[in-house]
């Protein structure tokens, strides 16, 4: 096998084994939920755990934050939003419903890409907005109220985590002078401090849990969130963005095939539907809408 054929299988398999990891890392953060560590003291964990071990390599980007510090604070902030609201998600809702919700994140990105990027949006783009509006609109159908609406606070957190992902997308793409290390940086940081800000605002009790526990929420935060991350990060960074879009579609596999086997949660028809029309249109945004070079 030539060097280039080897270089060109690695983003893959990288990308392939950080999207499986995401759609299946639910499973043990309910275990730890269910050990006592509630959600946002363990989001606060898990990312504390990967912003310290990361910083050997990420403690240089620190002065780069003087150089554009509101949009490296409002990087912070949505990304801090966007993981706290996800982990809340997923230990809550119905594991595919609460993915597909959050795979709006493409649409909300073209949409933000047009307003503040000056993006333009093709035909094609155009069409997967409508192709994935209209199949959240069919999830979020409420028969009771006869009209669209989250059903709960597990839609209303994937649905805003998707929103301040593609927020977070979108300042990652305005950061064209940012080192990656500095973004990153940011994002694990910024969970840490909206964590912190929430625990102490709602006065959130630290909750009982046993070491055993908290050892194994800080072995998920080192072998889940910092290796996840980093996979995914060297994935997309090495291959065409259409391609990683497709890719990381597994997450959604990944998520069903193990809500199947390991819980009993049903996804309705409808939602089958709607979530299909959801993955279409985040396929064609994400192919459209976003630069090579990102």
Do not use: C
């Not at 363990?42 to 310290?52: D, K, P």
């Not at 009993?264 to 249109?281: A, F």
Request: aromatic share 10%.
């Amino acid at each position: 096998m030539s060097s280039k054929e080897t270089q060109g299988i690695y983003p893959v398999a990288a990308l392939l084994v950080g999207a499986t990891l995401w759609g299946v890392i639910w499973y043990p953060m309910r275990l730890l939920e269910g050990g006592g560590l509630s959600g946002i003291w363990l989001t606060l964990t898990l990312y504390a755990t990967a912003l310290i071990v990361s910083l050997p390599r990420t403690a240089k980007a620190i002065p780069e934050f003087s150089r554009h510090p509101s949009l490296l604070l409002l990087l912070m902030l949505a990304a801090g939003w966007t993981n706290i609201a996800f982990v809340e998600a997923i230990l809550e809702g119905n594991i595919l419903r609460v993915l597909l919700l959050f795979y709006l994140s493409p649409l909300w990105a073209t949409l933000m890409g047009w307003l503040f990027l000056r993006e333009r949006i093709t035909r094609v783009g155009f069409a997967s907005l409508v192709i994935a509006m209209s199949g959240a609109l069919l999830m979020l159908w409420n028969p009771i109220l006869g009209a669209p609406w989250p059903q709960g606070k597990a839609d209303w957190m994937a649905l805003t985590s998707g929103f301040a992902f593609a927020l977070s997308n979108v300042i990652v793409r305005k950061l064209q002078d940012t080192s990656i290390a500095a973004k990153v940086l940011a994002v694990w940081a910024g969970v840490v401090l909206v964590a912190v800000i929430m625990i102490t605002f709602f006065s959130l009790p630290l909750p009982k849990f046993s070491i055993s526990i908290f050892a194994g929420a800080v072995a998920l935060g080192v072998f889940g969130i910092l290796l996840m991350t980093t996979l995914v990060q060297y994935g997309v960074t090495h291959m065409p963005v259409h391609r990683s879009a497709v890719i990381t579609l597994i997450e959604l596999v990944a998520g069903a095939i193990s809500q199947q086997l390991l819980t009993n949660e049903v996804v309705t028809m409808r939602e089958w539907v709607g979530g299909i029309l959801i993955i279409v249109g985040a396929y064609l945004s994400a192919r459209v809408a976003l630069p090579k070079n990102y």
